[in-house]
């Protein structure tokens, strides 16, 4: 069923649920879906309505004090469905590689691998209306096969949670959804170890709350709003719940995205194409994955861009030497002697872009502003920092592909000044030809087996606690390069399959507090 926190009868929530979960997008809603079909009672509880309001989409103002970011309310939907009311449907699955520890990169690693996520692909792809994966095979490039591979992504329709799974809400049995429903707090038990009720407000000014009791909690409120409201929840924790160890907000990761180079393509332009780096090239360089693209636009570059690009700088010069063993000469031609031997007239303009996992940076978090929202919450202040090993990935990789381009005849490339730059000179916020990043929060409440390292465990659940959850991509250990939909619905489904087993062996006499769920 589906109903209003602001006009329901809220003796409807006198019982016990046996999962309270909070925030419905493509993390809470594949959740909810999977625990219903378990025959569990689920409390869905949306801060938003059923369609896109103002009066919710403000609560996701906040400020800015690191680099140049998007305004929060911008990138993300308060409303049922979530994000995925604006989202394209690129998807694509996290490779073997992310899951593994890399001594070059401190903290990587997950606690799973990606072959434990194996039992729930079929079901995540269904869910997004995704082609099989063997229609886009990824393939090792010919002419590079140590360091390159060509990459596709899979299209969902998009899949629109909101209108996919109203219908099948408003008719469950088993799923309550309660639209515009504000979680203003957890209340613990007196251990501070299990939560016994999540603490509700709707939108009238009157509305002094009510409570929702559960077996379980799951928080599936995104990126940046997970970390958001553990950091404001210290009615009981005064560092807030789940951050004994300072670790809630940290390692903010993004897709930091950027045009790293000028290309200029021989016999016409190709048609544009996606690269990420192969496993051994990212050990052997000691460079984090990524999503590589070849940019074909077909201009005509003029005569003083030919001229710009003749003549390299020092970064070029060593760029040139691992293509061509020497060093280009301006003065007798460089790149220009390179298009008289060539003799050719179809040369087009191009460049070449750069998706880059974000390397774990416990600098780059999301901390509180000292501005606070209507419910007396603090708003985010995001303090988003790239690291050394950012930088050094988008410099390595610019060589594999400059001398994968010179080498295969394909074109030659400048790279950006402003990388070559010592510091570099990171692009801002829509400078010509850059994104800066795709608005994809991860990791802020990072999946780790040490809770001196992460704020969940290898099941989602909170170091320290009981019976709380976390559902989304905030629990992502590390970002990869791949947009993160696809990872979160399996996550979710793993995540549900696992509390329907945990539940189903446990069964509980809820009103006893000495009887608790068991830690996963």
Known sequence: MIVDAGVVDRTLFSRVFDVCVVGAGPAGITLAE??????????????????????????????????????????????FGGTSNHWDGRSRSLDPHDFRPHPWHALSGWPVTAAELDPWRAKTDEILD???????????????????????????????????????????????????????????????????????????????????????????????????????????????????????????????????????????????????PTPEMMDRLEVLNSNILLLSEGLDPGTEALRSLACSADFMEELARKVLGRGFD???????????????????????????????????????????????????????????????????????????????????????????????????????????????HMCTTRMSDSPKEGVVDRNCRVHGMENLYIGGSSVFATGGHANPTWTIVILALRLGDHLGRNLSEHALKVDDPAERLEPA
Not at 342 to 361: C, D, K, T, V, Y
């Open 130 to 276: 995704l082609p099989p994966r063997d229609v886009f095979p990824d393939e090792i490039v010919e002419g590079a096969e140590d360091d390159l591979r060509s990459i596709r992504f899979r299209r969902s329709p998009p899949t629109r949670f909101n209108t996919k799974y109203r219908d099948g809400m408003a008719a469950s049995g088993r799923i309550t959804l309660v639209v515009n429903a504000n979680l203003v707090d957890l209340r613990l038990n007196e251990a501070l170890t299990t939560v016994e009720t999540a603490v509700f407000r709707s939108y009238d000014p009157d509305d002094t709350g009510f409570t929702v009791r559960a077996r379980a909690f799951c928080l599936c409120m995104g990126g940046l709003e997970n970390p958001r409201f553990l950091l404001n929840a210290r009615s009981q924790m005064p560092a807030g719940i789940g951050n004994a160890h300072d670790q809630v907000g940290r390692y903010f990761s993004e897709h930091p995205t950027y045009r790293i180079g000028e290309v200029l393509f021989e016999n016409g332009a190709p048609k544009s194409r996606g690269y990420a």
């Open 330 to 440: 301006c003065g007798v031609g460089g790149l220009s002697a390179y298009f008289e031997v060539r003799r050719s007239e179809a040369w087009h303009h191009g460049g070449l872009g750069i998706i880059i996992e974000q390397a774990l940076n416990p600098d780059s978090r999301v901390l509180l502003s000292d501005r606070r929202d209507r419910f007396g919450h603090q708003r985010i202040a995001l303090d988003w920092r790239l690291a050394p090993l950012d930088i050094h990935t988008m410099r390595e990789t610019a060589v594999v592909m400059g001398q994968y381009l010179a080498s295969e005849g394909i074109g030659r490339l400048q790279v950006a000044d402003w990388l070559l730059a010592e510091p570099a000179r990171v692009p801002g916020l829509w400078d010509e030809g850059h994104e800066v990043a795709l608005s994809h």
């Open 34 to 79: 999977s625990l219903a079909a378990q025959n569990l009672d689920v409390a869905l509880m949306e801060a938003g309505d059923l369609e896109f309001t103002s009066e919710s989409q403000e609560l996701y103002e906040g400020d800015i004090v690191g680099m140049d970011y998007f305004d929060l309310d911008v990138p993300r939907l308060r409303f």
